[in-house]
C-alpha cells in the first residue's frame, strides 16, 4: 500500500498513463467536467494527500514516479515545466492535498486550459515553492492541441488581472 494517489482527467478510453502508474497506486480516472473540474473532483476523492495530477498520454519509468512521490510535500509544487512562464505545467503535477484545500483547489472557471498555469501562481504569490522535474523523464504521446487563438487571450487576461504581480511576465510571454 502507498500514501500517493494519482489523478488521471481523461475523455479517453484508452488511458496511456495507466500503464506506467505501479500497481496498487490509488488512481482517480476522472472523465467527468471540464479538465479543471476533473482535476479538482480527483483530488477529492483521492484517498491520500499526497497527489499527483497526470495527463493520459504520458509514460514513465517506475523509478521517475517513486522519486517524484517523494518530493511531495506541503508548500511546493513540484512539475513538468511549462513553456511559456517558467511554472509547471498541467502534464506532470505533485502536491499536497493541504496546499489544494488552502488554495481552493483548480479554478474551474477556466475550464480546459491553463487551470495549471493559475494553479502554479498560487504557490509563487503566497512565497511557497515550485520545482522542476526532469522533462526527458516523460514521454509524450503528440497530439493536436485544442486552444484557439480566442482562449489563449480571455484566459492570459484573467489570469493577468487575479495576479497582477505577474501581469507583465504573464502578458510579455503570452504574446511573444
Known amino acids: ?87 509547471v505545467a498541467g502534464r506532470v503535477m505533485a502536491f499536497h492535498r493541504a496546499d489544494w484545500e488552502r488554495f481552493g483547489g483548480f479554478d474551474e472557471f477556466l475550464k480546459s486550459h491553463m487551470g495549471d498555469t493559475e494553479f502554479a501562481l498560487k504557490f509563487v504569490h ?16 503528440p497530439h493536436e492541441r485544442s486552444v484557439t487563438t480566442w482562449d489563449r487571450i480571455w484566459r492570459t487576461a484573467y489570469i493577468a488581472a487575479k495576479y497582477p504581480r505577474s501581469a507583465p511576465k504573464i502578458l510579455t510571454r503570452t504574446v511573444t
Open 126 to 141: 503566497r512565497g511557497d515553492g515550485v520545482d522542476h522535474i526532469d522533462p526527458d523523464e516523460v514521454e509524450h504521446a
Open 1 to 87: 500500500m502507498t500514501d500517493v494517489s494519482v489523478v488521471i482527467p481523461s475523455i479517453k478510453e484508452d488511458v496511456l498513463t495507466l500503464e506506467s502508474v505501479p500497481e496498487g497506486v490509488d488512481t482517480q480516472v476522472v472523465r467527468e467536467g471540464t479538465l479543471n473540474e476533473a482535476r479538482n473532483l480527483g483530488v477529492g476523492r483521492a484517498e491520500h494527500d499526497r497527489i499527483l495530477i497526470l495527463d493520459d498520454d504520458i509514460s514513465f519509468t517506475e523509478s521517475f514516479f517513486w522519486d517524484l512521490a517523494d518530493r511531495i510535500e506541503r508548500g511546493t509544487l513540484v512539475g513538468h515545466p511549462d513553456w511559456d512562464y517558467g511554472l
